[in-house]
């Protein structure tokens, strides 16, 4: 995995354009530490498809499907550090689990992903936010080394101590994990109840009810008339209990 260390836009309109960037950018690889405790705290299983943007070597990906048998992509710019990966998924025995690919991170399709690893320069993280926003799953976790998204609280955040010296590494390392939020904002009815919720990312209110949550898909709030929990299906929340509410419009 690589930092992107260094930003340089094409000059005038072509800026703005991110199929027209231009990336100078220094390979520094993760600690194999901070790859293990990232894909820990994605909480990564066998089921996962692990994408990883800005994918360097290919260690976070390859691990993936060593440690826990997932099935991953590695998107990276630099096409020799591709094939470099590639080579290195192949003395794995992971190339049939482990993809590297081509591609800048900030037009490429990652929406299949159910875990995403990130290593990348806050301007860029703001860049993708609405991307993960729109176009990943609700319940997809996002996990960045050392950088975090502005407006988007993480859901948890660790500092991980780095055994021995590692190029462009210091003796620590911040890890971020974000949930994908489902969109519950609006107004439900049924079943006998009419709720409005407001949300903010991952933070929701639920109108009239205390310890409203929300988990990816899962959502749970407790009214004076009892406890609710279920998930949240497109324009439907599902409750355990089989009450089902629909998103007025």
């Known amino acids: 995995m690589r930092a992107l260390l260094c930003l340089l836009l094409v000059a005038g309109a ?21 790859v293990e405790r990232m894909l820990a705290l994605a909480g990564t299983r066998a089921d996962d498809y692990v994408v990883d943007l800005g994918s360097g070597d290919g260690r976070i990906v390859i691990a ?19 094939r470099t990966s590639r080579d290195n998924a192949r003395r794995a025995a992971v190339a049939d689990r482990a ?26 993280i703001g860049r993708l936010e609405p991307r993960f926003l729109k176009d990943l799953k609700p319940g997809t976790r996002i996990v960045s080394h050392a950088f975090r998204m502005v407006s988007w609280q993480p859901d948890a955040s660790e500092t991980l101590s780095v055994a021995g010296a590692h190029p462009g590494q210091g003796d620590e390392s911040a890890l971020y994990l974000w949930i994908v939020p489902a969109d ?12 409005r919720i407001e949300q903010n990312y991952q933070d929701i209110d639920v109108a009239g009810a205390s310890e409203a949550t929300l988990r990816g898909a899962e959502i749970a709030w407790r009214t004076a008339q009892g406890r609710f929990h279920g998930r949240v299906q497109g324009e439907r929340i599902v409750g355990d209990d089989g009450r089902v509410l629909t998103r007025e419009r």
Request: charged share 20%.
């Open 14 to 34: 072509c800026a703005a354009a991110a199929q027209d960037t231009e990336w100078r950018v220094p390979f520094i690889s993760t600690p194999d530490e901070v």
């Open 64 to 82: 993936a499907a060593r440690r826990y048998g997932a099935r991953g992509l590695g998107i990276e710019l630099d096409e020799a550090l591709v």
């Open 99 to 124: 993809e590297f690919i081509q591609g800048d991170v900030l037009t490429a399709d990652f929406s299949r992903a159910s875990v995403v690893t990130v290593y990348l320069l806050p301007n860029l």
């Open 184 to 195: 519950v904002r609006g107004t439900w009815s049924g079943a006998g109840m009419r709720i």
